[in-house]
């Protein structure tokens, strides 16, 4: 848990300052060891309190208007909540965490901050954001939204370089900086996307796969054997393959596969389940030019491998494909699955009335050699972004700045610790779990801008030859590589356009 140290935030949070204490130490220039006590004479213990570079700020009660999306995703639940101040106080440990810190913002800076929701899906948000902002209507400051719409509108320049704002300090641990340095092409010096502590949706948004322990044990003995494998970093491809092969039942005795049947992996269609094995298995999407021209680098043996393995995974006899949200959750709470795909972390409150054990895991590795597990995000998950038509840049930034940090400090342990590893959470080892998955959000360029290289680097290069249960990478591939190439240019040349003004 991060800590800071800023005086209406001691007040309001009780949150302990950061005191850093100057030791005595021996005279390094005497061999014998023995401390020279005329040189140390003159030293004494001090306490220096870290200044707080948001304490002394005041901007009298200035109004930060926010346009934040309560869009429900597939049941999941939108992460309005986790931003908008709630009217009150209700006992609830997350709501109330957000209404402390939003307040304490509120008095840290004297600022005042309103809302405006709007449940539009991710294809209306940008033509509504697009009409306010071409129109020079100053009406918000701030806005949270999804990923996909506000990364092409970004390409476009409607939105302000938080690097501009005056006290945004992206070196903090409260903010993804390598997440957001992604969808910057790694350009020092221009961000459009917000990430960090604020956001809870980036964590909501992680896909995750949850597995049925009592299935587990009753094919594969010990259900916290699986947890071991995860941390010796042994869950991969081929262990996930090896335990879906061993786990089907007939229930109903009739000789036929159908959803009433036991499996081991159950599913919604190829595109929505098939890209997170994608992700995790830390493709290298993207190559770059000494200049940061980037440049689509998936043709090599590794993409081939992984194609090979959705096809044994999605086609394999144990596996099932559900057709929906609704019947794969379902399935999975009646019983009917081990592993249950096309998940986040957010639907973990779904499962909570399952008689079964359930366990969550992160999504596998491509092999043993692959050093850390990569957690899928998605093209959906909420970020920021600061609209071309705001007023009060350097209000801003204090304010999401005062907020990210302040995240950290009280929501986030809330949500994280209280929420799901307590509340929700049945073991110790989920946990462990969720831990990795959280640390393990990345690769978030094909999600973000898939649409500027022909959707070839999740969808044409994976999903259409999967459909069509072909293991030819390279032919399918070679088919797209130009002309996704020659979009991605395009959208190279916008960037710097942009950076350049």
Not at 33 to 44: C, E, H, L, Q, R
Request: proline share 3%.
């Amino acid at each position: 848990m991060k800590t800071h140290t800023a005086a209406a935030l001691l007040l309001s949070l009780m949150i302990c300052a950061g005191l850093a204490s100057c030791a005595d130490e021996p005279n390094a220039g005497n061999e014998t060891g023995t401390p020279d006590t005329a040189a140390t004479s003159d030293v004494t213990d001090t306490v220096t309190e870290e200044i707080d570079p948001l304490a002394e700020l005041d901007f009298g009660g200035e109004e930060i208007r926010f346009f934040i999306s309560s869009f429900d995703l597939n049941g999941w639940g939108p992460s309005d909540y986790l931003i908008e101040t709630p009217e009150e106080e209700t006992g609830d440990v997350v709501s109330d965490a957000v209404y402390k810190r939003n307040h304490a913002v509120e008095d840290l800076l004297n600022v005042t901050l309103s809302f405006s929701e709007t449940d539009e899906d991710w294809n209306s948000i940008p033509s509504t954001l697009s009409q306010t902002i071409l129109a020079g209507d100053d009406a918000y400051d701030a806005v949270s939204s999804f990923l996909f719409p506000l990364a092409s509108m970004s390409v476009e320049g409607y939105f302000l370089n938080a690097e501009d704002g005056k006290y945004f300090d992206f070196s903090q641990d409260y903010w993804n900086r390598e997440y957001m340095s992604e969808l910057s092409f790694g350009t020092d010096g221009t961000t459009y996307l917000l990430s960090g502590d604020m956001y809870l949706d980036m964590i909501r948004s992680s896909m995750c796969i949850y597995f049925n322990k009592d299935i587990f044990r009753d094919y594969f003995d010990d259900a916290d054997l699986l947890y071991d494998v995860v941390l010796d970093g042994k869950w991969t491809y081929d262990t996930m393959l090896s335990h879906v092969s061993e786990c089907y039942s007939d229930v109903n005795g009739d000789s036929t596969k159908d959803a009433g049947d036991i499996y081991g992996f159950g599913y919604v269609g190829k595109w929505g389940s098939a890209y997170p094995f994608e992700i995790s298995a830390d493709l290298t999407f993207l190559s770059y030019e000494s200049d940061g021209h980037p440049v689509l680098s998936l043709n090599n043996e590794r993409s081939v491998g992984v194609l090979d393995f959705l096809n044994e995974l999605f086609y394999h006899a144990n596996a099932y494909d559900f057709g929906g949200v609704t019947e794969n959750n379902n399935a999975f709470k009646s019983g009917n699955v081990l592993f249950s795909g096309c998940q986040m972390i957010a639907s973990f409150d779904s499962f909570r009335d399952m008689e079964a054990e359930i366990g969550i895991l992160p999504y596998p590795k491509y092999d043993e050699n692959q050093k850390t597990y990569v957690t899928p995000g998605s093209d959906v998950a909420n970020v920021g972004v600061i609209p071309n038509t705001c007023q009060k840049l350097d209000t801003v930034s204090a304010v999401l700045e005062a907020l990210c940090r302040a995240t950290g400090d009280t929501v986030l342990p809330a949500y994280y610790e209280t929420a799901l590893k307590v509340k929700y959470s049945r073991d110790d080892a989920t946990s462990q779990m969720l831990d990795l998955i959280r640390d393990g959000v990345s690769c978030v360029f094909p999600l973000a801008y898939g649409n500027y290289c022909e959707n070839v680097p999740l969808y044409h290069a994976f999903t259409d030859p999967l459909v069509l249960k072909s293991t030819d990478f390279v032919s399918n591939y070679v088919k797209w590589e130009t002309k996704a190439q020659a979009k991605l240019d395009e959208l190279w040349d916008a960037f710097s356009t942009l950076e350049n003004q």
